[in-house]
């Protein structure tokens, strides 16, 4: 090292540091949401390659919550079984997700075009919608000092 420099590091608590990931989590769900209602307004344009594209991207986010969620439950200590929002459980609102992302890959496997964009815009985007829910639900099991992860 050629000269000494200053290194500032900010610290947070562990409870602090899952409160502020699960407020992450939220606006994540809520920009997939605006963004797959985009996408499948694509799918009813003219564009499909691109709408592909798109959805490809869609689908690495959507995967992206789900492992972040699980890893939230898991830091928190709680099952997504047990976390209850008005939609369900977390278990069933993935289980929901899933179920849509297999008929969203029946129907592009046809090149059905019209009902890509229908689960998006119909089914998807409104079970983003509600994710905030089960953030939130997941919040309140957050304790206050909380449980190391194994």
């Known amino acids: 090292l050629s000269s000494l420099a200053v290194i500032e590091a900010e610290s947070s608590s562990p409870r602090d540091l899952l409160l502020s990931s699960l407020d992450e989590a939220v606006g994540a769900a809520n920009s997939l949401a605006v963004g797959a209602e985009r996408v499948g307004e694509s799918f009813r344009g003219f564009d499909v390659k691109t709408a592909n594209e798109d959805l490809t991207q869609l689908a690495q986010g959507l995967g992206t919550l789900v492992a972040i969620v699980q890893a939230l439950s898991q830091a928190v200590g709680v099952d997504l079984a047990n976390v209850s929002c008005a939609k369900g459980t977390g278990a069933q609102m993935i289980d929901e997700l899933i179920a849509h992302a297999d008929s969203l890959i029946a129907s592009q496997s046809t090149g059905d075009w019209i009902t890509v964009a229908d689960v998006i815009e119909y089914d998807i985007a409104p079970a983003l919608r509600a994710w905030p829910d089960l953030l939130d ?14």
């Open 137 to 150: 639900a997941l919040r309140g099991a957050v304790p206050d000092v909380p449980r190391s992860v194994s």
